[in-house]
C-alpha cells in the first residue's frame, strides 16, 4: 500500500504543478488563441494527473468506476468548450497574432 | 438488436453509478433505463439511422497512445510558459481530414484541441482550422500520425 502512496502522492502533485503552470500560461501569454491553449494544460493533463492519482487512493471498488467516467467525460466536454469559445471568438472576427503581425502576413495569405 | 445491447450498457452504467442492490432503487433503475430505452426507439424513427454501439474496444486502443501525446505536449507547453511566452509564435492553418471517416472527425477536431499546442477552431466538410503555438505542431499534424490513427482504428469497417 505504502508503494502505491508514493505514486499516488507524485501524480496528486503533478497534476498540481500542471494545474498551476496553466493558470500561469492564462496570464503570461499574449491573446486570447494562446491563453486557451494555457487553459488546456490544465484541462487535459492535470485532470488526467490527479484523477489517475485518486484512483490508486481508492480500493478498487466503485469509486474506481466512477472516476474513470469522470475521466472520460471530461475528455470529452473539455475540448468541446474550448472549441467552441475558440470558434465563436473566430467568427466573432478575433484575428489571431499571426494574422495581425505584418512580417508574417505572407505565409498565411497563400 | 441494438435496443438490447444499449439495454445492457445502461444498466452497467447504472448499477456502477448507484451501487445499491435493494429492491426499491433497483426498480428506480430499471424504470430509468426502460425510459431512456423509449426514447431512443423514437429517435431511432425520426433519423433513420440507428445509433450503434461498438462492441469492439477501440477507445481501448487509442487512448494510451493519445494520452502519450498529450504528455509530451503539455511538456513543451508548460516550458513555453515558465519560460519566455512572449517568444511563442503562434500559426493557423487548415488541415485536410479526408482520410478520416465521417462519424470519427468529431473525434479527430476534440483529439486535435486536448492536445495543448494545438486548437481545432473551425470544423468544416473535410478541411478543420488549427491555431497552434508553434508552426512545428502544425507541420506534425500534416504530416498525419494522429489521421492515421484514427482512420487505422475506426475505419475498418467503412
Known amino acids: 500500500m505504502l508503494f502505491l502512496d508514493i505514486v499516488s502522492s507524485i501524480l496528486l502533485l503533478a497534476g498540481i504543478f500542471f494545474g498551476l503552470s496553466g493558470a500561469v500560461g492564462l496570464f503570461r501569454f499574449p491573446d486570447f488563441f494562446t491563453r486557451v491553449h494555457a487553459a488546456s494544460v490544465t484541462d487535459s493533463i492535470a485532470a488526467i494527473l490527479i484523477i489517475g492519482g485518486l484512483l490508486l487512493q481508492t480500493s478498487f471498488d466503485l469509486n474506481t468506476a466512477k472516476l474513470v467516467f469522470i475521466l472520460l467525460f471530461l475528455m470529452v466536454t473539455s475540448p468541446t468548450a474550448s472549441h467552441a469559445l475558440a470558434k465563436s471568438a473566430r467568427h466573432g472576427g478575433l484575428l489571431t497574432l499571426a494574422e495581425t503581425r505584418p512580417e508574417d502576413k505572407q505565409e498565411h495569405t497563400q | ?158
Do not use: C
Request: charged share 20%; proline share 4%; no cysteine.
Open chain 2, 1 to 158: 438488436m441494438h435496443i438490447v445491447k444499449w439495454a445492457a450498457v445502461l444498466a452497467i452504467f447504472w448499477l456502477l453509478l448507484s451501487g445499491f442492490i435493494e429492491p426499491l432503487l433497483l426498480s428506480f433503475g430499471v424504470i430509468s433505463v426502460v425510459a431512456v430505452l423509449v426514447v431512443l426507439k423514437r429517435m431511432d424513427e425520426v433519423e433513420h439511422e440507428s445509433s450503434q454501439i461498438s462492441t469492439s474496444l477501440r477507445l481501448i486502443r487509442y487512448l494510451p497512445w493519445l494520452i502519450g501525446q498529450i504528455i509530451s505536449s503539455s511538456i513543451h507547453v508548460t516550458k513555453l510558459i515558465w519560460g519566455s511566452p512572449d517568444k511563442v509564435s503562434p500559426a493557423i492553418a487548415k488541415i485536410s481530414s479526408k482520410d478520416v471517416p465521417l462519424s470519427s472527425r468529431v473525434l479527430y477536431a476534440n483529439s486535435i484541441t486536448l492536445t495543448p499546442g494545438t486548437l481545432s477552431v473551425d470544423l468544416e466538410e473535410d478541411e478543420i482550422t488549427v491555431h497552434a503555438l508553434h508552426k512545428s505542431s502544425i507541420d506534425e499534424l500534416k504530416q498525419g500520425e494522429m489521421e492515421r490513427k484514427i482512420a487505422g482504428i475506426w475505419g475498418e469497417n467503412k
